[in-house]
C-alpha cells in the first residue's frame, strides 16, 4: 500500500507575507494593530491618493464604491452650497468637506484592506502551499493597471484640446 502523500499548507504568517508583497513588514505590523482592536489606523497615503490607493491596491469593490459616493456627495454639495451661498461663497465649507472625506478615507482604508487580506488568507488554508501562495500573490499585493485608463484619458484629453485650439 502506497505512503499517503501529504501536501503541506502554508502557515497563516506565511500567507499573510504572499499576500501583502513587497509591504509585508508594514501591513503586519498594522494586522497585528487590528487584531488587537485598533480598527482605524491612519494611511497617509490613502489620505493623499483617495480611491486611486485603493484600486492600487486591488481594491476593486471598494474603489467603485468611493468613486459613487463622491458624485452623490459632489452632486449633493453643489446642490446645498448653491442655495446656501448664491455668490459662491461656499468654497471653504466645500474645502472642509472634502478635508473630512479624506480623513475619513485614511482612517478606512487600513480596516478595508485588511478585512480583505483576512478574507483571503482564510480562503486558502485548505490548498497546498503552491497554489495557496500562487492565489494570494494574484489577489493581494499591488495592481498597476488602474493607471492605464488615466493615462489613456489625459492622451485623449491633450489630442482633443491640440486638434481644437486655434492658432
Do not use: C, H
Not at 21 to 45: A, C, T
Amino acid at each position: 500500500m502506497p505512503a499517503a502523500v501529504i501536501t503541506p499548507t502554508i502557515s497563516e504568517y506565511a500567507a499573510y507575507e504572499n499576500f501583502f508583497g513587497k509591504d509585508s513588514r508594514y501591513y503586519l505590523n498594522r494586522l497585528e494593530r487590528y487584531q488587537r482592536g485598533e480598527r482605524y489606523i491612519f494611511n497617509g497615503y490613502a489620505f493623499l491618493f483617495g480611491f486611486f490607493w485603493f484600486l492600487y491596491r486591488k481594491l476593486y469593490l471598494e474603489a467603485i464604491v468611493l468613486i459613487g459616493l463622491l458624485v452623490v456627495e459632489s452632486i449633493l454639495e453643489e446642490l446645498i452650497l448653491d442655495a446656501l451661498f448664491p455668490e459662491g461663497g461656499g468654497r471653504a465649507v466645500s474645502w472642509l468637506f472634502n478635508l473630512a472625506v479624506w480623513t475619513a478615507t485614511g482612517f478606512l482604508a487600513n480596516m478595508f484592506y485588511l478585512r480583505k487580506a483576512k478574507r483571503v488568507v482564510a480562503s486558502v488554508q485548505e490548498l497546498d502551499a503552491v497554489s495557496a501562495s500562487e492565489r494570494l500573490a494574484r489577489k493581494g499585493g499591488i495592481s498597476y493597471w488602474f493607471l492605464l485608463p488615466i493615462v489613456l484619458v489625459i492622451t485623449a484629453i491633450i489630442i482633443y484640446s491640440r486638434m481644437n485650439t486655434e492658432y
